[in-house]
Protein backbone atom coordinates (compact mmCIF):
# COMPACT_ATOMS: atom_id res chain seq x y z
CA UNK A 1 0.00 0.00 0.00
CA UNK A 2 1.00 3.62 -0.48
CA UNK A 3 -0.25 6.75 0.02
CA UNK A 4 0.92 10.13 -1.68
CA UNK A 5 0.35 13.49 -0.51
CA UNK A 6 0.01 16.22 -2.94
CA UNK A 7 -0.88 20.18 -3.11
CA UNK A 8 -4.38 20.57 -5.64
CA UNK A 9 -4.99 24.21 -5.78
CA UNK A 10 -7.12 26.63 -3.56
CA UNK A 11 -10.36 27.38 -2.54
CA UNK A 12 -12.19 30.33 -4.16
CA UNK A 13 -11.09 32.52 -0.69
CA UNK A 14 -7.60 31.09 -1.34
CA UNK A 15 -7.00 28.20 1.19
CA UNK A 16 -4.89 25.31 0.00
CA UNK A 17 -6.64 21.87 -0.80
CA UNK A 18 -4.83 18.75 -0.75
CA UNK A 19 -4.79 15.66 -2.70
CA UNK A 20 -4.24 11.99 -1.09
CA UNK A 21 -3.85 9.18 -3.52
CA UNK A 22 -4.00 5.69 -2.45
CA UNK A 23 -3.11 3.13 -4.05
CA UNK A 24 -2.60 -1.15 -4.00
CA UNK A 25 -0.21 -3.62 -5.26
CA UNK A 26 -2.99 -5.04 -7.69
CA UNK A 27 -3.16 -1.64 -9.62
CA UNK A 28 -6.36 -0.96 -8.05
CA UNK A 29 -6.23 3.40 -7.06
CA UNK A 30 -8.09 5.90 -5.16
CA UNK A 31 -7.48 9.59 -4.98
CA UNK A 32 -9.37 12.25 -2.76
CA UNK A 33 -9.21 15.94 -2.20
CA UNK A 34 -10.00 17.80 0.99
CA UNK A 35 -12.40 20.53 -0.68
CA UNK A 36 -15.69 18.81 0.11
CA UNK A 37 -14.36 15.36 1.20
CA UNK A 38 -13.88 14.55 -2.63
CA UNK A 39 -13.25 11.06 -4.15
CA UNK A 40 -11.49 12.47 -7.01
CA UNK A 41 -11.08 9.02 -9.18
CA UNK A 42 -10.97 5.48 -8.93
CA UNK A 43 -8.69 3.68 -11.19
CA UNK A 44 -9.18 -0.07 -11.78
CA UNK A 45 -7.77 -2.70 -14.49
CA UNK A 46 -10.19 -4.55 -16.85
CA UNK A 47 -9.57 -8.52 -17.22
CA UNK A 48 -6.59 -7.56 -19.32
CA UNK A 49 -4.90 -5.27 -16.80
CA UNK A 50 -5.88 -1.78 -18.86
CA UNK A 51 -6.11 0.63 -15.86
CA UNK A 52 -9.11 3.45 -16.62
CA UNK A 53 -10.74 5.63 -14.11
CA UNK A 54 -14.13 4.12 -13.55
CA UNK A 55 -15.40 7.27 -12.02
CA UNK A 56 -16.57 10.79 -13.58
CA UNK A 57 -14.32 13.50 -11.97
CA UNK A 58 -12.33 17.25 -13.03
CA UNK A 59 -8.87 17.94 -13.45
CA UNK A 60 -9.02 21.12 -10.95
CA UNK A 61 -11.03 22.48 -7.93
CA UNK A 62 -11.84 25.17 -10.26
CA UNK A 63 -14.12 22.78 -12.30
CA UNK A 64 -15.98 21.42 -9.30
CA UNK A 65 -17.02 24.46 -8.02
CA UNK A 66 -18.10 26.04 -11.25
CA UNK A 67 -19.64 22.59 -12.72
CA UNK A 68 -21.42 21.45 -9.74
CA UNK A 69 -22.44 17.89 -10.24
CA UNK A 70 -21.42 16.40 -7.09
CA UNK A 71 -19.11 14.16 -8.50
CA UNK A 72 -17.41 11.99 -5.75
CA UNK A 73 -18.76 14.68 -3.11
CA UNK A 74 -19.10 13.96 0.71
CA UNK A 75 -22.78 15.52 0.92
CA UNK A 76 -24.73 16.33 4.03
CA UNK A 77 -25.67 17.53 6.54
CA UNK A 78 -28.88 15.70 4.96
CA UNK A 79 -28.59 13.70 1.36
CA UNK A 80 -30.92 13.82 -0.81
CA UNK A 81 -34.54 16.57 -0.75
CA UNK A 82 -36.74 17.71 1.77
CA UNK A 83 -39.72 18.87 0.75
CA UNK A 84 -39.89 23.09 0.79
CA UNK A 85 -36.54 23.07 2.13
CA UNK A 86 -38.54 22.73 5.57
CA UNK A 87 -39.55 20.25 9.06
CA UNK A 88 -40.40 20.32 12.83
CA UNK A 89 -38.44 18.81 15.44
CA UNK A 90 -39.59 18.51 18.62
CA UNK A 91 -42.33 20.93 17.99
CA UNK A 92 -40.15 23.67 16.22
CA UNK A 93 -40.13 24.45 12.92
CA UNK A 94 -36.84 24.86 11.04
CA UNK A 95 -36.34 26.75 7.77
CA UNK A 96 -33.24 25.49 5.20
CA UNK A 97 -31.37 26.85 1.88
CA UNK A 98 -34.05 26.00 -0.98
CA UNK A 99 -31.32 25.29 -3.93
CA UNK A 100 -33.66 22.77 -5.70
CA UNK A 101 -36.75 24.92 -6.82
CA UNK A 102 -38.43 25.35 -3.49
CA UNK A 103 -36.72 22.03 -1.94
CA UNK A 104 -33.58 21.79 -0.35
CA UNK A 105 -31.12 19.33 -1.88
CA UNK A 106 -28.26 17.84 -0.35
CA UNK A 107 -26.94 20.02 2.28
CA UNK A 108 -27.97 23.37 0.52
CA UNK A 109 -26.22 25.82 -1.23
CA UNK A 110 -22.87 25.28 1.10
CA UNK A 111 -23.69 21.53 1.64
CA UNK A 112 -20.25 19.48 3.04
CA UNK A 113 -19.42 19.14 -0.66
CA UNK A 114 -18.32 23.31 -0.94
CA UNK A 115 -16.32 23.42 2.52
CA UNK A 116 -12.40 22.68 2.92
CA UNK A 117 -11.90 19.74 4.95
CA UNK A 118 -8.96 19.09 7.72
CA UNK A 119 -7.76 16.13 6.34
CA UNK A 120 -4.69 13.93 7.53
CA UNK A 121 -3.79 10.67 5.81
CA UNK A 122 -2.36 7.40 7.36
CA UNK A 123 -0.45 4.16 6.72
CA UNK A 124 -1.31 0.47 8.26
CA UNK A 125 -0.46 -2.84 7.11
CA UNK A 126 -2.55 -3.63 4.03
CA UNK A 127 -4.48 -0.47 4.35
CA UNK A 128 -3.67 3.24 3.31
CA UNK A 129 -6.59 6.21 3.54
CA UNK A 130 -7.42 9.43 4.78
CA UNK A 131 -9.39 11.30 7.39
CA UNK A 132 -11.36 14.40 7.00
CA UNK A 133 -13.01 16.43 9.48
CA UNK A 134 -15.33 19.17 9.50
CA UNK A 135 -17.61 21.15 12.23
CA UNK A 136 -20.57 22.21 11.16
CA UNK A 137 -22.32 25.23 13.00
CA UNK A 138 -25.20 25.44 14.78
CA UNK A 139 -27.43 27.52 12.20
CA UNK A 140 -25.50 26.39 9.02
CA UNK A 141 -27.70 25.98 5.98
CA UNK A 142 -30.62 26.26 8.65
CA UNK A 143 -29.58 23.09 10.01
CA UNK A 144 -30.26 23.48 14.33
CA UNK A 145 -27.17 22.16 16.29
CA UNK A 146 -23.48 21.93 15.79
CA UNK A 147 -22.12 18.34 13.99
CA UNK A 148 -18.79 17.29 14.53
CA UNK A 149 -18.33 15.08 11.74
CA UNK A 150 -15.09 12.59 10.60
CA UNK A 151 -15.16 10.83 7.39
CA UNK A 152 -12.90 8.23 6.27
CA UNK A 153 -11.87 7.21 2.98
CA UNK A 154 -9.35 3.60 3.07
CA UNK A 155 -8.48 1.52 0.14
CA UNK A 156 -7.24 -2.26 0.88
CA UNK A 157 -4.92 -4.53 -0.18
CA UNK A 158 -8.12 -6.83 -1.02
CA UNK A 159 -9.15 -4.29 -3.27
CA UNK A 160 -11.76 -2.84 -1.19
CA UNK A 161 -12.39 1.29 -0.67
CA UNK A 162 -14.39 1.57 2.75
CA UNK A 163 -16.38 5.35 2.89
CA UNK A 164 -16.79 5.58 7.35
CA UNK A 165 -18.61 8.45 8.43
CA UNK A 166 -18.67 9.15 12.21
CA UNK A 167 -20.78 12.51 13.84
CA UNK A 168 -22.16 13.88 17.03
CA UNK A 169 -24.10 16.67 17.59
CA UNK A 170 -24.63 19.28 20.65
CA UNK A 171 -28.43 19.35 19.77
CA UNK A 172 -31.08 17.30 18.05
CA UNK A 173 -31.09 17.39 14.21
CA UNK A 174 -31.22 15.47 10.89
CA UNK A 175 -28.61 13.77 10.07
CA UNK A 176 -27.79 11.70 6.19
CA UNK A 177 -24.64 11.51 5.06
CA UNK A 178 -23.45 9.86 1.66
CA UNK A 179 -20.96 10.20 -1.38
CA UNK A 180 -22.14 10.90 -4.44
CA UNK A 181 -19.75 9.65 -6.57
CA UNK A 182 -20.78 8.59 -10.30
CA UNK A 183 -19.66 5.16 -11.65
CA UNK A 184 -18.77 3.79 -15.34
CA UNK A 185 -17.49 -0.16 -14.82
CA UNK A 186 -16.27 0.45 -18.71
CA UNK A 187 -14.49 3.90 -17.90
CA UNK A 188 -14.96 7.51 -17.45
CA UNK A 189 -16.81 8.83 -20.76
CA UNK A 190 -16.73 5.67 -22.80
CA UNK A 191 -20.39 6.03 -23.63
CA UNK A 192 -23.79 5.45 -21.06
CA UNK A 193 -23.90 2.98 -18.84
CA UNK A 194 -26.97 1.57 -20.15
CA UNK A 195 -25.43 -2.38 -20.96
CA UNK A 196 -23.48 -2.15 -17.78
CA UNK A 197 -25.85 -4.77 -15.55
CA UNK A 198 -26.95 -3.73 -11.83
CA UNK A 199 -28.70 -5.97 -8.96
CA UNK A 200 -29.84 -4.85 -5.56
CA UNK A 201 -30.91 -6.53 -2.82
CA UNK A 202 -33.50 -4.39 -2.50
CA UNK A 203 -37.29 -5.55 -2.50
CA UNK A 204 -38.83 -2.53 -2.18
CA UNK A 205 -38.63 1.18 -3.75
CA UNK A 206 -40.06 5.25 -2.77
CA UNK A 207 -41.97 6.14 -5.48
CA UNK A 208 -41.84 10.13 -6.13
CA UNK A 209 -43.56 12.81 -7.31
CA UNK A 210 -42.78 14.92 -10.66
CA UNK A 211 -40.36 17.40 -8.19
CA UNK A 212 -38.94 13.31 -7.24
CA UNK A 213 -40.03 13.65 -3.59
CA UNK A 214 -41.39 10.35 -1.79
CA UNK A 215 -44.95 10.50 -2.17
CA UNK A 216 -44.93 8.14 1.54
CA UNK A 217 -45.30 5.02 -0.40
CA UNK A 218 -43.15 1.96 0.07
CA UNK A 219 -43.89 -0.44 -3.08
CA UNK A 220 -43.02 -3.94 -3.74
CA UNK A 221 -40.05 -3.71 -6.97
CA UNK A 222 -41.73 -7.57 -8.44
CA UNK A 223 -43.17 -7.20 -11.59
CA UNK A 224 -42.27 -3.89 -12.21
CA UNK A 225 -39.39 -1.67 -14.42
CA UNK A 226 -37.74 -0.90 -10.63
CA UNK A 227 -37.18 -4.59 -9.75
CA UNK A 228 -33.08 -5.38 -9.83
CA UNK A 229 -33.69 -8.26 -7.29
CA UNK A 230 -31.75 -10.23 -10.27
CA UNK A 231 -29.18 -9.09 -12.47
CA UNK A 232 -29.95 -7.39 -15.59
CA UNK A 233 -28.58 -4.07 -18.02
CA UNK A 234 -29.54 -1.04 -16.15
CA UNK A 235 -30.96 0.31 -19.83
CA UNK A 236 -33.19 -2.42 -19.99
CA UNK A 237 -35.97 -0.98 -18.83
CA UNK A 238 -34.60 2.83 -18.53
CA UNK A 239 -36.77 3.99 -20.99
CA UNK A 240 -39.88 3.00 -18.72
CA UNK A 241 -38.94 4.84 -16.23
CA UNK A 242 -39.94 8.45 -16.56
CA UNK A 243 -36.67 11.08 -16.67
CA UNK A 244 -34.69 7.89 -15.73
CA UNK A 245 -33.66 6.09 -12.85
CA UNK A 246 -33.58 8.34 -9.71
CA UNK A 247 -35.43 6.54 -6.71
CA UNK A 248 -34.99 5.46 -3.26
CA UNK A 249 -34.73 1.24 -2.96
CA UNK A 250 -34.64 0.03 0.28
CA UNK A 251 -32.53 -2.71 1.45
CA UNK A 252 -33.90 -6.44 2.19
CA UNK A 253 -32.45 -6.21 5.82
CA UNK A 254 -34.04 -4.29 8.37
CA UNK A 255 -31.26 -3.98 10.77
CA UNK A 256 -28.30 -1.71 10.51
CA UNK A 257 -25.25 -4.41 10.11
CA UNK A 258 -23.06 -4.59 7.09
CA UNK A 259 -24.55 -6.12 4.39
CA UNK A 260 -24.50 -6.23 0.69
CA UNK A 261 -26.76 -4.41 -1.21
CA UNK A 262 -25.58 -4.07 -4.68
CA UNK A 263 -23.53 -5.90 -7.60
CA UNK A 264 -22.65 -4.23 -10.35
CA UNK A 265 -20.66 -5.05 -13.51
CA UNK A 266 -19.71 -4.41 -16.65
CA UNK A 267 -19.47 -7.08 -19.15
CA UNK A 268 -16.85 -5.71 -21.85
CA UNK A 269 -14.30 -4.95 -19.59
CA UNK A 270 -15.26 -7.41 -17.09
CA UNK A 271 -14.77 -4.67 -14.17
CA UNK A 272 -17.03 -5.53 -11.00
CA UNK A 273 -18.20 -3.63 -8.06
CA UNK A 274 -19.89 -5.17 -4.66
CA UNK A 275 -21.57 -2.72 -2.73
CA UNK A 276 -21.97 -3.01 1.32
CA UNK A 277 -23.60 -0.79 3.03
CA UNK A 278 -24.86 -0.30 7.11
CA UNK A 279 -27.63 2.20 5.84
CA UNK A 280 -31.40 1.17 5.56
CA UNK A 281 -31.93 2.59 1.60
CA UNK A 282 -29.66 3.03 -1.12
CA UNK A 283 -30.46 5.76 -4.06
CA UNK A 284 -29.86 4.69 -7.61
CA UNK A 285 -29.52 7.67 -9.88
CA UNK A 286 -28.63 7.05 -13.76
CA UNK A 287 -26.79 10.42 -14.70
CA UNK A 288 -30.35 11.69 -16.21
CA UNK A 289 -29.08 15.36 -15.80
CA UNK A 290 -25.21 14.67 -17.16
CA UNK A 291 -26.06 15.48 -20.57
CA UNK A 292 -24.03 18.67 -21.88
CA UNK A 293 -21.44 18.49 -19.02
CA UNK A 294 -17.97 18.41 -20.17
CA UNK A 295 -14.79 16.86 -18.25
CA UNK A 296 -11.58 18.60 -18.19
CA UNK A 297 -10.76 18.32 -22.00
CA UNK A 298 -14.12 19.64 -22.83
CA UNK A 299 -15.80 16.11 -23.87
CA UNK A 300 -19.25 16.23 -22.64
CA UNK A 301 -20.44 13.30 -20.51
CA UNK A 302 -23.46 11.66 -21.87
CA UNK A 303 -27.06 11.37 -20.57
CA UNK A 304 -26.95 7.89 -18.96
CA UNK A 305 -22.83 7.85 -18.79
CA UNK A 306 -22.79 7.08 -14.92
CA UNK A 307 -24.80 5.84 -12.43
CA UNK A 308 -24.64 6.26 -8.61
CA UNK A 309 -25.38 4.01 -6.15
CA UNK A 310 -25.60 6.58 -2.80
CA UNK A 311 -26.23 4.65 0.71
CA UNK A 312 -28.31 6.68 2.82
CA UNK A 313 -31.23 7.15 4.54
CA UNK A 314 -34.85 8.10 2.90
CA UNK A 315 -35.40 11.08 1.57
CA UNK A 316 -37.78 13.62 2.72
CA UNK A 317 -37.70 10.98 6.14
CA UNK A 318 -37.69 14.92 8.51
CA UNK A 319 -41.42 15.08 6.64
CA UNK A 320 -42.54 11.34 6.84
CA UNK A 321 -42.30 10.01 10.67
CA UNK A 322 -43.42 6.48 9.58
CA UNK A 323 -40.05 6.25 7.78
CA UNK A 324 -36.82 5.18 9.69
CA UNK A 325 -35.48 8.74 11.22
CA UNK A 326 -32.42 10.08 10.64
CA UNK A 327 -32.24 12.47 13.60
CA UNK A 328 -29.60 12.47 15.76
CA UNK A 329 -29.16 13.81 19.28
CA UNK A 330 -26.82 14.46 22.17
CA UNK A 331 -25.02 11.85 23.49
CA UNK A 332 -25.51 9.38 20.36
CA UNK A 333 -23.13 8.36 17.73
CA UNK A 334 -23.60 8.60 14.05
CA UNK A 335 -21.64 5.93 12.57
CA UNK A 336 -22.65 4.44 8.84
CA UNK A 337 -19.99 2.34 6.72
CA UNK A 338 -20.19 1.65 3.07
CA UNK A 339 -17.90 -0.23 1.19
CA UNK A 340 -16.91 -0.88 -2.62
CA UNK A 341 -15.62 -4.31 -3.22
CA UNK A 342 -13.75 -4.62 -6.45
CA UNK A 343 -12.73 -7.23 -9.16
CA UNK A 344 -12.45 -8.32 -12.43
CA UNK A 345 -14.68 -10.95 -13.99
CA UNK A 346 -13.43 -13.76 -16.59
CA UNK A 347 -15.91 -14.30 -19.50
CA UNK A 348 -17.83 -17.85 -19.40
Known sequence: MTLMKEPFGKTPDGK???????????????????????????????????????????????????????????????????????????GKKYTLAANDHSNHLHGGIVGFDRVLWRAEGFEEPGRAGVQMHYLSRDGEEGYPGSLDVTVTFALTEEDELTFQYD???????????????????????????????????????????????????????????????????????????????????VRAETGRTLERVAAAHDPKSGRCMDVWATMPAIQLYTGNFLGGVQDSAGKPYPRHGAFCLETQYYPDCVNHPEFPSCILRPGQAYHHVTRHQFSVRRPR
Not at 42 to 70: C, I, N, Q, W
Not at 179 to 191: C, E, Q, V
Open 167 to 249: ARTDAPTPVNLTNHAYWNLAGAGSGTIEGQELELACPRYLPVTDELLPTGEVKSVSGTPMDFTTSKPIGRDLAKVKGGYDHCY
Open 16 to 90: AIDKFVLSNSHGLSASAMSWGATLLAVVMPDRDGRPAPVTLSFDTPEEYEKKHTYFGSTVGRFANRITRGSFTLD
